[in-house]
T-cell receptor
Framework: AQRVTQPEKLLSVFKGAPVELKCNYS??????LFWYVQYSRQRLQLLLR??SRESIKGFTADLNKGETSFHLKKPFAQEEDSAMYYC??????????FGEGTQLTVNP | KAGVTQTPRYLIKTRGQQVTLSCSPI?????VSWYQQTPGQGLQFLFE???????NKGNFPGRFSGRQFSNSRSEMNVSTLELGDSALYLC?????????????FGPGTRLLVL
């Protein structure tokens, strides 16, 4: 069965420091992976997806099939990056399996 | 374009009652998915509808059901409510629901079962 694991529930960094949010997955098929973000009092929204290999708001994520990981990285964290981040695996069609989320706090 | 809307935003029910939640997708989107979010289980997929047909289903009991109308609006129903059904229910829409498509989430309906 598919599974997504985000080992850190809470992550705190200082402004300007690098940040890495970890995501590991378990899936027998070819994975489609996403990062969703939820800012305070806003709805869940897509941050990036691996198939487009884009950088959004300075964040990047590389799919490592050998390590079954899809870690989210940003070289210099900003206070406005404080939010809840969810890693998600798409299996059949639009069905998403989410990790438990990581609450990122960027301190001034 | 207007985003995904959900009504009502908050709901209080008692055990044994039933509840119906509504979701209006982004105009032109034909796929609507529903998720349950709880502190203990996180975000879990309930089901997905496309062109008025349930195309995908998660691991929830039969008390959870849904439907989709010809205008793509969707409703989900929970019968015989249990305390554990207290959760934030999110719906998401996408154009066709095909692999790799962006899903756009609504603000959610927060259900409290007493």
């Amino acid at each position: 069965a598919q599974r997504v694991t985000q080992p850190e529930k809470l992550l705190s960094v200082f402004k300007g420091a690098p940040v890495e949010l970890k995501c590991n997955y378990s899936y027998s098929g070819s994975p489609e992976l996403f990062w969703y973000v939820q800012y305070s009092r806003q709805r869940l929204q897509l941050l990036l997806r691996h198939i487009s290999r884009e950088s959004i708001k300075g964040f990047t994520a590389d799919l490592n099939k050998g390590e079954t990981s899809f870690h989210l990285k940003k070289p210099f964290a900003q206070e406005e990056d404080s939010a809840m981040y969810y890693c998600a695996l798409e299996t059949s069609g639009s069905r998403l399996t989410f990790g438990e989320g990581t609450q990122l706090t960027v301190n001034p | 374009k207007a985003g995904v809307t959900q009504t009502p935003r908050y709901l209080i029910k008692t055990r044994g009652q039933q509840v119906t939640l509504s979701c209006s997708p982004i105009s032109g989107h034909r796929s609507v998915s529903w998720y349950q979010q709880t502190p203990g289980q996180g975000l879990q997929f309930l089901f997905e509808y496309f062109s008025e047909t349930q195309r995908n289903k998660g691991n929830f009991p039969g008390r959870f059901s849904g439907r989709q109308f010809s205008n793509s609006r969707s409703e989900m129903n929970v019968s015989t409510l249990e305390l554990g059904d207290s959760a934030l229910y999110l719906c998401a829409s996408s154009s066709t629901g095909l692999a790799g498509e962006t899903q756009y989430f609504g603000p959610g309906t927060r259900l409290l079962v007493l």
